[in-house]
């Protein structure tokens, strides 16, 4: 009586569907009214892309699973290997199976580190992300981001809020364009090659 027959799953797309059923086969046929949400979610936690998850039981037999995914924001390359780094800072393995084609590279010992809060600091000031090919990271906690128009542009490790705005304030100006480097790591000013 009660028994666990059917799982539905919802909102799922990187995460296969089957991935998750078979995390949590040792529910089914269990009494709905003893399975914790614990039960459901401890399984799921280690799911690649896996952000969070909303449960609902649906009486007499039926386990509700809504999936919520984090976002892939680019592919780390790190000794020699590849991922994906998503917006929790958490690592993949890189999977072509995901065509994430679109999603810029990222190179550099640590820098899932501190990759997030300085995409965090793009997107604060406006920078035109969808521009990006390349991030570079430097251990002194510097970055250069090479666009895809090859262009390139050179951040301070400190002050880095005002060299983003400068830069956005740069790449909106026709003479800017014929520019390949534009180097912003001394503060106060703009060297252009």
């Excluded at 991935?19 to 399975?35: A, G, P, S």
């Excluded at 994430?100 to 000031?125: T, Y």
């Excluded at 981001?145 to 705005?165: D, G, H, T, V, Y």
């Amino acid at each position: 009586f009660f028994k666990i027959t059917n799982i539905e799953i919802t909102n799922n797309k990187k995460i296969e569907k089957k991935e998750i059923i078979d995390k949590l086969n040792h529910i089914y046929n269990k009494n709905i009214l003893l399975v914790s949400a614990n039960d459901i979610e401890e399984p799921l936690r280690k799911l690649d892309f896996l952000d969070n998850i909303k449960i609902k039981k649906k009486y007499p037999n039926t386990i509700l699973i809504e999936i919520y995914e984090t976002k892939p924001v680019a592919v780390l390359f790190k000794k020699n290997n590849k991922y994906i780094i998503d917006n929790l800072s958490k690592l993949t393995n890189y999977d072509d199976n995901l065509n994430q084609n679109n999603l810029p590279s990222v190179f550099g010992k640590d820098a899932e580190k501190d990759l997030i809060n300085f995409i965090n600091q793009l997107e604060n000031n406006s920078f035109p992300k969808h521009k990006i090919k390349n991030y570079y990271y430097f251990q002194i906690n510097r970055w250069d981001l090479m666009l895809k128009n090859e262009q390139l542009i050179k951040f301070p490790s400190k002050k880095r809020k005002q060299a983003i705005q400068q830069s956005v304030e740069l790449l909106n100006r026709k003479d800017f364009e014929n520019y390949n480097i534009i180097d912003l790591r001394i503060e106060g000013k703009i060297v252009v090659e």
